[in-house]
Structure formats: structure tokens, C-alpha cells
């Protein structure tokens, strides 16, 4: 069963807010007009509203900051290797793309897009209720094609630069062995990972207005823009940018040397 937190926080503050509303208009003067107080001299609350008072400020805390600041997210794939590792826990910034309402996505203050080379969080165009993480190649308008492991904008090609092998550990030690490269979207320079002998999704398509062709930085193992298309600007969540915890615990690592460290 998938959980729509963005939802549960907003019926939260809500129904926290309704009751404490509730107590101080209409039930607090009733008991204190019948004189009911406890043991310490203050008119006596029900549990309840008790509960609501301590935790609305909280709720609305978390509601405000998830839904306008930051947003933490872990990977749990593969897909954005070397970049992202399985089990890095990583910050989104919710208001880069633009201010949202919360539940409903609207936008509703524009601030900017996405530029070629962003890390973006994005809910997946088959199934909004999922979210991705992929790296923006492809800006409305542009012509993307892949072909022989190499990116294509625009009928040229993006530059890429052998780096050397690939050593993996824990989940990622599948990728012992493929090729690292320094791939350039300008000005974003940033690492690949390439498995010569496997195969490909290769084509060329045009992305459409307000749409961004999207791909994994483990070009092999990743299901992106190349095989479901691309991502509608309203199904944008915000851009990836730090790195607070790195902990693949399938693998059996905890990767100290990530913990604070900005996703490029």
C-alpha cells in the first residue's frame, strides 16, 4: 500500500488544528464557566486536546518544510551510478523548479527550470505516485539521440573521456568492471558508467514543450527517458543537492566518507 505522506501531513495539521480551534472557542469556555480545572489550578483539557495543542506546530513544521524547503529522499537503486550509491539518503531542494502547493502540485510561484546536467527527483510519468531520481540531458526543444554508449544533443556529440574501472562494494559491487567516464553537458562535467558488451536502448526523439529527456548516470542499468519517455514539467519534485546519510544497509556499508557531501 503506497502512502501519500504529502497528504497525511496536511489531514494532520488539519485535524490537530480543528481540534485545538474547536477547544478554545467553543469547549474552554463551557468548562470554565462550570468551573472544571485540575489538580494544578488550570482549566482541566481532555487528553485530546492536549495532544492537539502539543503536536500542531509540529506537523505544520514538517508540512511547511517538506512541502516549500527540503525534502529527504534515499536511493534505492542503482541507476545513478557512481554518482548516487544504494542507501544514500539526499536532500531536495523543493523550491529551485518553482513554489508548490502541497497534495495538489500546483504551481504556483515561478522561480526556474531545470538545466542540463540537473539531478532531479520527479514522480514517474507511469506511476505518479512513485518517485524517480535521473539526471536532465534534454531541454524542450532539443533533439536527444543514443547511440553506441554516446549521447547526442543535437546532432552533436556530448564529450566523454575514459576515467578507468570500475571498483564496486556492497550493492554496487555488481558494477565491478565497467567502464568509468567523464561525461560534459556544459558546464556540468560528471561520471558514467558504461558496460561495453551490454546491451543498449538506442533511438532519437525530439522533447516536447515543457517536457525533459532524462537518463541514469549508469547508463546500462537504468530505466529512463529511452525507454518510458519524457518527464512533464508539473511532475517535477525539485533538484538533488546533498548527500546527509549513506547507509546501504543490504550491502552491509555504511559510507562515512559521503555522509556531507553536495550531489553534482
Do not use: C
Not at 548516487?84 to 529551485?96: A, R
Amino acid at each position: 500500500m503506497k502512502v501519500d505522506f504529502a497528504a497525511l501531513l496536511l489531514a494532520l495539521v488539519v485535524g490537530s488544528g480543528a481540534v485545538w480551534l474547536v477547544d478554545a472557542w467553543i469547549l474552554a469556555p463551557r468548562r470554565a464557566r462550570r468551573g472544571a480545572v485540575g489538580s494544578d489550578g488550570v482549566p482541566a483539557r481532555p487528553r485530546l486536546v492536549e495532544y492537539a495543542r502539543s503536536f500542531f506546530p509540529i506537523f505544520l513544521a514538517v508540512l511547511l518544510l517538506r512541502s516549500f524547503l527540503v525534502e529527504p529522499f534515499r536511493i534505492p537503486s542503482g541507476s545513478m551510478m557512481p554518482t548516487l550509491l544504494v542507501g544514500d539518503f539526499i536532500l531536495v531542494n523543493k523550491f529551485t523548479y518553482g513554489i508548490r502547493l502541497p497534495v495538489v502540485d500546483t504551481k504556483v510561484v515561478e522561480i526556474g527550470q531545470p538545466a542540463r546536467g540537473d539531478i532531479v527527483v520527479f514522480r514517474y510519468p507511469e506511476d505518479p505516485a512513485v518517485p524517480f531520481i535521473k539526471r536532465v540531458v534534454g531541454l524542450p526543444g532539443d533533439r536527444i539521440g543514443y547511440y553506441n554508449k554516446v549521447l547526442y544533443i543535437n546532432g552533436e556529440p556530448a564529450s566523454q573521456q575514459p576515467v578507468g574501472v570500475y571498483r564496486g562494494s556492497g550493492s554496487g559491487s555488481v558494477m565491478t568492471g565497467a567502464d568509468i567516464r567523464t561525461e560534459s553537458l556544459s558546464p556540468v562535467h560528471h561520471r558514467i558508467l558504461v558496460q561495453p558488451g551490454a546491451p543498449s536502448a538506442e533511438g532519437e526523439m525530439v522533447v516536447p514543450p515543457g517536457h525533459y529527456f532524462v537518463m541514469g548516470d549508469n547508463r546500462d542499468n537504468s530505466r529512463d527517458s529511452r525507454y518510458w519517455g519524457t518527464v512533464p514539467d508539473k511532475n517535477l519534485i525539485g533538484k538533488a543537492f546533498f548527500i546527509w546519510l549513506s547507509w546501504d544497509w543490504s550491502g552491509g556499508e555504511f559510507h562515512w566518507q559521503r555522509v556531507g557531501s553536495s550531489v553534482n
